[in-house]
């Protein structure tokens, strides 16, 4: 069974530019969830999707936005690229929320760096 | 609000050695779920385990065991006789879905170098 898909693996953008990443869910799965692995800062959580409704944001400023899809692959989108958006954007997939309120565990892709000149 | 301390920010051993990952946590919950993932070189996190409040069954799976004490809000993690594809970064983290939503917190990572 194929994993978490990511695109691109490496992104190269300068200040201002905007980044679009995307994410491939594990079949069968209908959360997707962004994460931020920024050097020094840690993994931070960016933003959660479910059946394409935004179900639960992290502390980003609205220039980070994302939607998912019908076939719930995700895109998330960083516009006015600043230096400090340099990163690895990590994506993980799910089971949803269909089965009530729990945590199902939640399996990671390989992630994009994005690096910002 | 939720966090998760990893105090040791790096650890080195010798191939073979036993070796503990700390992972202490706060929440306000009673219903809250811990994880541990491991980040090799390549970027991705490889999930280890779950567990969730209500069981503080310890648990072994081949080398790795895990040892979970809500009296002290600790989710500790040992590997036996590591080997040097040991060598990464261990990531403890918490959620709180009734409260926080589905999000994952993190700790800040130990980096683990098994040298052979």
């Known amino acids: 069974e194929a994993g978490v898909t990511q695109s691109p693996t490496h992104l190269i953008k300068t200040r201002g530019q905007q980044a679009t990443l995307r994410c491939s869910p594990i079949s069968g799965h209908t959360s997707v969830y962004w994460y931020q692995q920024a050097l020094g800062l840690g993994l931070q959580f960016l933003l959660w999707?479910?059946?394409?409704?935004?179900?639960n944001r992290g502390n980003f400023p609205p220039r980070f936005s994302g939607r998912q899809f019908p076939n719930y692959s995700s895109e998330l989108n960083v516009n006015a690229l600043e230096l400090e958006d340099s990163a690895l954007y990590l994506c993980a997939s799910s089971t949803g929320l269909a089965g009530g309120p729990f945590q199902e565990t939640q399996y990671f892709g390989p992630g994009t760096r994005l690096l910002v000149l | 609000a939720q966090k998760v301390t990893q105090a040791q920010t790096e650890i080195s051993v010798v191939e073979k050695e036993d070796v503990t990952l700390d992972c202490v946590y706060e929440t306000r919950d009673t219903t809250y779920y811990l994880f541990w993932y491991k980040q090799p070189p390549s970027g991705e996190l490889v999930f280890l385990i779950r567990r969730n409040s209500f069981d503080e069954q310890n648990e072994i799976s081949g080398r790795y065991s895990w040892n979970f004490q809500k009296s002290t809000s600790s989710f500790n993690f040992t590997i036996t006789a590591s080997q040097v594809v040991d060598s990464a970064v261990y990531f403890c983290?918490?959620?709180?879905?009734?409260?926080?939503?589905?999000?994952?917190?993190f700790g800040g990572g130990t980096r683990l170098m098994v040298k052979p």
């Open positions: 999707y479910d059946e394409g409704e935004e179900r």
């Open positions: 983290a918490l959620s709180e879905p009734y409260n926080a939503g589905n999000m994952l917190t």
